[in-house]
Nanobody, 115 residues
Framework: QVQLVESGGDLVQPGGSLRLSCAAS????????MGWYRQAPGKQRELVAT???????NYADSVKGRFTISRDNAKNTVYLQMNSLKPEDTAVYYC?????????WGQGTQVTVSS
């Protein structure tokens, strides 16, 4: 059994910053990758950023240069540092853990960027 607990979502003004955290616990054996996805109302869920077990990262074009994904292996935690936030970043952000044979999702944390 694997559980992902997300935190850090908040209301922030345009240009502000937030740091999201996702802590994984349970029966974790082989981690292939962890990542962040987001879904705005009426829109499809989209990939934001991923980090592989080897440390390779990928970012959506819309967040490159503004967001940074990182991890703390000792704590089984992945982070998303979000800078220069824009109103279009408003969405529910979901953490995803990809193991060798299974994917697990967090419950989501709301990020709202508004003046």
């Amino acid at each position: 059994q694997v559980q992902l607990v997300e935190s850090g979502g908040d209301l922030v003004q345009p240009g502000g910053s937030l740091r999201l955290s996702c802590a994984a616990s349970g029966s974790i054996f082989k981690i292939a990758a962890m990542g962040w996805y987001r879904q705005a109302p009426g829109k499809q869920r989209e990939l934001v950023a991923t980090i592989s077990s080897g440390g390779s990262t990928n970012y959506a074009d819309s967040v490159k240069g503004r967001f940074t994904i990182s991890r703390d292996n000792a704590k089984n935690t992945v982070y998303l540092q979000m800078n220069s936030l824009k109103p279009e970043d408003t969405a529910v952000y979901y953490c995803k853990l990809s193991l060798w044979a299974s994917d697990f999702w967090g419950q989501g944390t709301q990020v709202t960027v508004s003046s």
